[in-house]
């Protein structure tokens, strides 16, 4: 059986309904196996964004070539 991946690129949602936490239900509901490069780290609630603190470049192309390497590199 083949292993569906699908990778999401974006901030963090607490509530769970947007972001990398949202997309990584939607994958799951769809049987695919998610991975996340988290880029901003945001409090909120219903009420709004309270704070956005970004990841430095550095700290995301890490994140990136993790996922990369781990699962689309090519076979030798």
Do not use: W
């Amino acid at each position: 059986m083949k292993l569906h991946t699908a990778l999401t690129i974006a901030g963090t949602d607490p509530s769970g309904g947007a972001g990398i936490m949202a997309d990584l239900k939607s994958f799951q509901s769809r049987n695919v196996y998610g991975m996340a490069v988290v880029t901003s780290v945001v409090a909120q609630n219903t009420t709004g964004v309270h704070h956005v603190e970004h990841l430095s470049l550095e700290s995301i192309e890490k994140q990136l070539h993790g996922c990369v390497l781990r699962y689309y590199a090519p076979s030798r």
